[in-house]
């Protein structure tokens, strides 16, 4: 199948601190959207990178891609505890599927 | 704008009945939608994919005959779990994309079902 696969599978840190998630795939797509959940609660669209983007920025979030390695990154700086969810990345090619996750808490 | 609304929100039924989800595109019309299903601390799985007008398509593994998707309008998709099972006891999520899939999918609130 096309999903990606993120890591690490959880990351706890400190509040302040930048936290950096990563995200692999498999195969071509037309873009790579990363989105947050919170425990229990629906999806949020953080962020769409387009296949001919390499880097875009919103806010504190910081995305990178690497369509050679089929890599995506995630990096949220400044973290503060309300940062706390699941963080998935999404690959968009003939399908739309979801990697695995990564379950971010941010201690304040 | 892109608001997709699912009812309910929650759900608490008896083994062997049947249950229907519905996903409604707000402010856009939506020829596609999605459901996914998503275990406790795990990633969403796609189940199907829900076309206006036609059947939808389903993912490998996913049982037409048990999860019976209905997209009778451009803006309402429905979910039907039939004959419920225990173990069909999840968190369901819709989506759907207003902009052709250029600006990424809005979802639903996801409904949480819990099979008794």
């Known amino acids: 199948s096309q999903q990606g696969e993120e890591d690490p599978q959880a990351l706890s840190i400190q509040e302040g601190e930048n936290a950096t998630m990563n995200c692999s795939y498999k195969t071509s797509i037309n873009n790579l959207q990363w989105y947050r959940q919170n425990s229990g609660r629906g999806l949020v669209h953080l962020i769409l990178?387009?296949?001919?983007?390499r880097e875009k920025h919103s806010g504190r979030l910081r995305v990178t891609l690497d369509t050679s390695k089929k890599s995506s990154s995630l990096l949220i700086t400044a973290s503060r505890a309300a940062d706390t969810a699941s963080y998935f990345c999404a690959t968009d090619a003939s399908q739309f599927y979801f990697g695995t996750g990564t379950s971010l808490t941010v201690i304040p | 704008g892109a608001v997709v609304s699912q009812h309910p929100s929650w759900v608490i039924c008896k083994s062997g009945t049947s249950v229907k989800i519905e996903c409604r595109s707000l402010?856009?019309?939506?020829?596609?939608m999605f459901w996914y299903r998503q275990f406790p601390k795990q990633s969403l799985m796609l189940m199907a994919t829900s076309n206006e007008g036609s059947k939808a398509t389903y993912e490998q593994g996913v049982e037409k005959d048990k999860f019976l998707i209905n997209h009778a309008s451009l803006t309402l998709s429905t979910l039907t779990v039939t004959s419920a099972h225990p173990e069909d006891s999840s968190f369901y999520i819709c989506s759907a994309s207003p902009g052709q899939r250029l600006y990424g999918y809005t979802f639903g609130s996801g409904t949480r079902l819990t099979v008794v």
């Open positions: 402010d856009f019309q939506a020829t596609t």
């Open positions: 990178i387009r296949s001919n983007e």
